[in-house]
């Protein structure tokens, strides 16, 4: 998508013009680099990056062959920060793969993916997992574990 924003006002003065088959800014050896220059050279590399983009992709078009999907048996769990005052974030990544077990319900899950409080939107360590066996309870542990 072109863009629309004029650049040939001060204090950029970006006057490339796609008509001039201009490809190159030469620079003189000794002489200082003056920003209309620089601005020159990011418009040619946006040009040409959006002509090949035009060519290659007709607008509208599926990039890639895909799909909408939805996993119902993917579930999180939001954990607390600190366990037995060691920090979760410093071993998280190291679940991705794993089979953890509850310890009093049975319940067992593979650990698919994993987002630190740092990065979540809600600010909780949360595990993404997938149930494999159900243990004593499996609804009502579930639905606790999602509650968290």
Do not use: W
Not at 38 to 49: M, R
Not at 77 to 82: G, N, V
Not at 89 to 114: H, Q
């Amino acid at each position: 998508m072109p863009q629309e924003t004029n650049l040939n006002v001060s204090p950029y003065f970006d006057d490339f013009s796609e008509d001039k088959n201009f490809n190159r800014v030469l620079f003189k050896p000794g002489i200082p680099v003056q920003a209309r220059e620089l601005t020159q050279l990011q418009t040619i590399l946006q040009n040409q990056i959006e002509k090949f983009g035009q060519h290659f992709f007709k607008e509208g078009s599926m990039v890639i062959p895909g799909q909408i999907g939805y996993d119902a048996l993917y579930h999180a769990i939001e954990l607390e920060d600190t366990f037995l005052g060691i920090p979760i974030s410093d071993y998280l990544k190291k679940l991705i793969g794993k089979t953890i077990r509850g310890e009093v319900s049975g319940v067992e899950a593979t650990v698919v993916n994993c987002v630190l409080n740092t990065q979540s939107d809600r600010g909780h360590n949360t595990l993404y997992v997938k149930y494999s066996k159900s243990g004593n309870d499996f609804v009502t542990n579930v639905l606790m574990m999602e509650k968290i």
